[in-house]
């Protein structure tokens, strides 16, 4: 198994750091999951900080076994403003994980699908509702100093309800003068590059693990994918993620840096844990 590159205290250490400095830094947590604390708003991104998945498919044909070791108990994040899911898979609205997080950061708002609100609520309990923030590709929502807009994503395809709600979305945040795109989970679409160019992301966290229908999951951009949309929409600098969490679905981000060479994109690879600092 892989060690984070910090975690727990050390980790914690550096959180409280940035916070006391008023600067910007954002941390890979593992999978999808990415912590950006700003002087705005704290925003985690589809944390998942568990084994739930690794318990649940222990004796099964589909093992997942953990790739890199967790990085921190999630009853130890403090001060999120805000966490977000952007579809119902586990590794993205993980009870293990959410539970905890609620308990410590009671004021924290959990922002999700609207197409996907019974199921949030069904999976995380009902008493939760009153921080739940539901939002349609489309939309757009300002609270507490943070503009969240619904982007339609495809895993692998646009699927939506009775209403036309999309079940599977990512995030644009705007948090002062800095501009986020958290993809979730999501394939190349129709709209997906209109959709994100007027937003000219500072960052946009993009998915490589690819899609390979042998693996029996959904799918995502694959590492060329992924540095083409980021030229695309012109993002600034686009940070890799689900890679080096199962080792049945996973990817070698050393693939998507030279992708981004290839076509002149600005990239950064985070290990779980590390951080990097966000020019204000």
């Not at 980790?11 to 006391?20: E, F, P, S, V």
């Not at 990817?251 to 030279?258: E, H, I, L, S």
Request: aromatic share 8%; hydrophobic share 40%; charged share 20%.
């Amino acid at each position: 198994m892989k060690h984070a590159f910090q975690k727990d205290d050390e980790l914690l250490a550096d959180i409280a750091q940035t916070r006391g400095t008023g600067q910007s830094k954002v941390w890979w947590l593992g999978q999808s999951g990415f912590l950006v604390v700003t002087p705005t708003a704290t925003v985690l991104f589809d944390p998942y900080l568990s084994d739930s998945l690794t318990n649940k498919y222990a004796t099964t044909d589909k093992p997942h076994v953990r790739v890199t070791e967790q990085v921190i108990d999630p009853s130890k994040l403090t001060d999120i403003d805000f966490i977000t899911t952007s579809h119902n898979h586990t590794d993205h609205l993980d009870a293990d994980t959410l539970h905890p997080l609620f308990a410590t950061n009671p004021q924290a708002k959990l922002l999700g699908p609207r197409a996907n609100r019974a199921f949030i609520l069904e999976r995380l309990g009902k008493a939760h509702a009153h921080r739940l923030i539901d939002l349609n590709a489309g939309e757009s929502i300002h609270v507490s100093g943070v503009t969240f807009n619904g982007i339609t994503a495809a895993h692998n395809t646009v699927d939506r309800d009775d209403d036309g709600n999309c079940k599977f979305m990512g995030f644009v945040a705007i948090i002062g003068d800095l501009t986020f795109y958290h993809s979730g989970d999501t394939l190349l679409h129709d709209g997906l590059i209109e959709s994100l160019k007027p937003f000219a992301p500072d960052i946009a966290f993009l998915p490589i693990n690819g899609n390979k229908p042998e693996r029996r999951v959904a799918g995502n951009l694959n590492p060329r994918e992924a540095a083409e949309l980021g030229m695309a929409i012109n993002a600034d600098l686009v940070i890799p993620h689900h890679f080096d969490m199962f080792a049945f679905n996973t990817a070698d981000p050393a693939v998507f840096k030279a992708e981004c060479q290839r076509v002149g994109q600005a990239c950064h690879t985070l290990r779980n844990g590390e951080g990097i600092d966000i020019p204000g």
